[in-house]
């Protein structure tokens, strides 16, 4: 709950991120070095101010936070209150933010994955230890604190490195095109960031004030495994925006379409592939991590936890086309009413049946709103068919039904042994299901011509 609410702090960077994204791309592709650090002045910049006012505001907010959790003890309260002020010190790291979205637009995505990764093993070993220390929820702020400031540094020394020229960011002049041009678009993305905020980052709040702060561990819990796949299934939209933005501003537009529609049925066999195991061994999952003792949320959870996170991926994919051209502002109404669907959809269904209520406000949203109104989007704005996106997509949401269906009835008499026989009959289902789609676009003759010139253009790189 502590982490939702300083999620909502990251509302007052009031979309200036998503507005530099398109701009780098831009000047990256026209090789316009000015209009480069011009881009990186205003955001940095003003990223300074924001991590100033960022402060200011989570420090005031202190008390209506400690409003929202109930059933605590004076010295629960106490380190809630302590663990919410560390956490502000995470926000210190926000003037480095646009050196991140600069290696992203360089199409180097891949190497902030590999350092988020990094990050998230620091995090977990050092909130192991501090938990084990007694240091309470104050010692999971520390390590979210380290992580980040960790983060941040390594990803700005890279960008110096390669063009110390950049360093002079913060005091550089601007101009006032650059900071039109980025206004422009940061009304637009901010609106997209609340919609977002308040469509996904509310269920432990929504759980934690009608079913009391205890259900909160248990939904966390359950849907665990998925909320970190759909995490990194995410982070693949945020890996390939730059070069997608790059095709759009050369005017490549068939290759563009081609291209989204390939990585869209692309995220959909990852996300089935990951999700179908983990939703036939989550409850074993659940009782090896937790306990036999612990509270497990029940079947439902997970299932609507997985098609969430399977459907959510490929929304972000397609977001990722707007904001990455700079069409932000085409998206801004689907997301709003999503976001109003979801709160209210949750609300109620969490009233009327308890914990799966969250999820299933998700889900609704999803398949009222976003699942038709952006493919929709994507053709008028792009040309892309819709009926190549439909199978695109649906293929593998199909293929990975069968294979969930298949994986429980094999196992449904059958428990893993321990953690080693978990991970490896996970990792066997998950492989033989790659396996098996790999064998079909190997029988495509233009799917395996198309790979192979990847892989050696792969291996020439290396």
Partial sequence: ML????????????????????????????????????AMAVASQAYLGISVATLVVGAGATVIVLRLVTGLSPSEIADFRTAWLVGLLSFLTLGLVPFRTIIEARQHGYRINLLLTGQALVVTSVSLILARGGWGITGQSVASVLGAWGFSIIVTAAVLWNQPSLIRSWIRRTDRQTRLSLGSLSAATFMINLSGRVSLMTDNLVVGAMLGTGQVTTLFFTQRLASLMQTLLGGVGSSIWAPLADLHARGEHEAFNRRLIELSRLVGFLSVTALAPIVVYNRHFVRLLMGPSFQYGGDTVIILAALNAFLLAQFALWGWCFSGTGQIRKVVATSVVSALVNVIASIVMTHWLGLVGPLLGTTISCLTVNLWSLPILLQRVFGIPIRALAAAVGIPFISGLLFALALGWLIRDHGPQGWMGLIAEMSLAATLFLGSVGIAVVANTEERNLWRLRWQAIFSKG
């Fill in 3 to 38: 982490l939702d609410c300083q999620g909502y702090l990251t509302l007052l960077e009031l979309g200036l991120g998503g507005a530099l994204s398109p701009l780098l791309a831009r000047a990256l592709a026209r090789g316009d070095d000015s209009a480069l650090k011009q």
